[in-house]
């Protein structure tokens, strides 16, 4: 097994562009996160899946935001015209339901010029 | 809603010296979750050490270990014999019913040679 994966590693896009992030959790988990990170912080919950459903958004996730996990295996987060604000880091972790064992990916970094 | 503090943002520590770094929390909870995590430079988020909030005893993972106090809603971690490794972002996190994790604001920890 290789982890929770997250591609891309990097992504430079306008303002007002759409972008879409991929998250690959380990295989055997049922539930996959996905956070935000900006410099200097510490992460904060976006939202969160348990196999294909989507159980729990945070208001952070404005109506830009969307994310999907439609065979409960991989899943993606796309923001839709993006704002210099969105620039981040977007961390993806997987874990199994009910147990607080969690892995996290490397991370996207987005930029928004 | 649970928040997490963490009141140093920058701690340093000789090389081989023990450093402690803290960490409150606020919950109305009694079963919960805490967890320290390293982000190195490289990004991903690592688990140091875990505590289950109804167990008195503090984990200890090799040279780490906390100080969990319940009624003061306090969770430091202890780094005995600090490495150079050991430099990197550091941060408390809470969680209960298996949910999404809250994390604190983050120390970033320099270890001088």
């Known amino acids: 097994d290789t982890g929770v994966s997250q591609n891309p590693r990097h992504k430079i896009t306008k303002r007002g562009q759409n972008v879409t992030f991929r998250c690959d959790p380990i295989?055997?988990?049922?539930?996959l996160y996905w956070y935000r990170q900006t410099l200097g912080q510490g992460p904060e919950f976006l939202t969160y899946f348990q196999n294909e459903a989507q159980l729990e958004k945070s208001r952070l996730l404005s109506d830009r935001f969307s994310a999907e996990r439609p065979k409960g295996s991989f899943s993606t987060l796309e923001i839709q015209r993006t704002e210099q604000g969105d620039s981040a880091m977007y961390l993806c972790?997987?874990?199994?339901?009910?147990?607080?064992?969690?892995?996290f990916g490397s991370g996207t970094r987005l930029t928004v010029v | 809603a649970q928040t997490v503090t963490q009141s140093q943002p920058e701690m340093s520590v000789q090389e081989a010296e023990t450093v402690t770094l803290s960490c409150t929390y606020d919950?109305?909870?009694?079963?919960?979750?805490l967890f320290w995590y390293k982000q190195p430079p490289s990004r991903q988020m690592i688990l140091v050490i875990r505590?289950?909030?109804?167990?008195?005893q503090n984990a200890t993972e090799n040279r780490f270990s906390v100080n969990f106090q319940k009624a003061a809603k306090s969770f430091s971690l202890k780094i005995s014999d600090s490495q150079l490794g050991d430099a990197a972002m550091y941060f408390c996190a809470y969680n209960n019913a298996g949910n999404m994790l809250t994390f604190g604001g983050g120390t970033r920890l320099m270890v001088k040679p």
């Open positions: 919950t109305s909870e009694s079963d919960y979750y």
């Open positions: 972790a997987s874990s199994l339901a009910y147990k607080e064992h969690y892995t």
């Open positions: 295989s055997e988990h049922n539930r």
């Open positions: 505590q289950e909030a109804y167990k008195q």
